[in-house]
Nanobody
Framework: QVQLVESGGGLVQAGGSLRLSCVASGRILTMNAMGWYRQPLGKQRELVAMSTGGSTNYADSVKGRFTISRDNTKKMVYLQMNSLKPEDTAVYYC???????????????WGQGTQVTVSS
């Protein structure tokens, strides 16, 4: 079984920074796409940033402010969030496509989420 666990959320003032971390554990052979989503209260979950095969993609709303990075040896993905705005307030979820064996198709996994609150 594979688990994703996020950390690093919290309360920060507008203009501040936070760094989210996500660690994968369990039976892992390869980690393919890894990314971050967020879900504001009462709204749909949306993609924030994705790292795939050496390339990265960002939602327009966070371009230039957020940076995704990953350390495959540590089985971790990070989200550095700078110049935070109140509209960035949401539960942030780690997401990853992970293969557990040489003959296994990648499966998609979600973390439990970490709350980020940005005060004005």
């Amino acid at each position: 079984q594979v688990q994703l666990v996020e950390s690093g959320g919290g309360l920060v003032q507008a203009g501040g920074s936070l760094r989210l971390s996500c660690v994968a554990s369990g039976r892992i052979l390869t980690m393919n796409a890894m990314g971050w989503y967020r879900q504001p209260l009462g709204k749909q979950r949306e993609l924030v940033a994705m790292s795939t095969g050496g390339s990265t993609n960002y939602a327009d709303s966070v371009k230039g402010r957020f940076t995704i990075s990953r350390d495959n040896t540590k089985k971790m993905v990070y989200l550095q969030m700078n110049s935070l705005k109140p509209e960035d307030t949401a539960v942030y979820y780690c997401n990853a496509d992970i293969s557990s064996g040489p003959f296994d198709y990648p499966r998609n996994y979600w973390g439990q989420g970490t709350q980020v609150t940005v005060s004005s």
